[in-house]
């Protein structure tokens, strides 16, 4: 079983920047991928960035440039950097890790960017 703990959300102006946190714990072994997603209510769930088990990136084309996924392997945590922030990033954000086969999410943590 994998836990993961989120922190770094809150409420920040545009132009400001937050980072995220999500701290993996539990039977990890080995993780194919760890990324994040964002959310809006009523709508769908989307991809935001990820990174997998070899350190590849990919983010969605709205965050490209402004934010930055990374990991600390020993520490079995993912970050957000988060800059640049406009009004559209407002979402709560969810972590996400893959290993052995396993879909793990976080709790979520809010980000609103206020104009």
């Known amino acids: 079983q994998v836990q993961l703990v989120e922190s770094g959300g809150g409420l920040v102006q545009a132009g400001g920047s937050l980072r995220l946190s999500c701290a993996a714990s539990?039977?990890?072994?080995?993780?194919?991928?760890m990324g994040w997603y964002r959310q809006v209510p009523g709508k769908q769930r989307e991809l935001a960035a990820v990174?997998?088990?070899?350190?590849?990136?990919s983010y969605t084309d709205s965050v490209k440039g402004r934010f930055t996924i990374s990991r600390d392997n020993a520490k079995n945590t993912v970050y957000l950097q988060m800059n640049s922030l406009k009004p559209e990033d407002t979402a709560v954000y969810y972590c996400?890790?893959?290993?052995?086969?396993?879909?793990?999410w976080g709790q979520g943590t809010q980000v609103i960017v206020s104009s």
């Open positions: 990174i997998t088990g070899e350190g590849s990136t």
């Open positions: 996400r890790v893959v290993t052995r086969g396993v879909i793990y």
């Open positions: 539990g039977s990890i072994f080995s993780i194919s991928a």
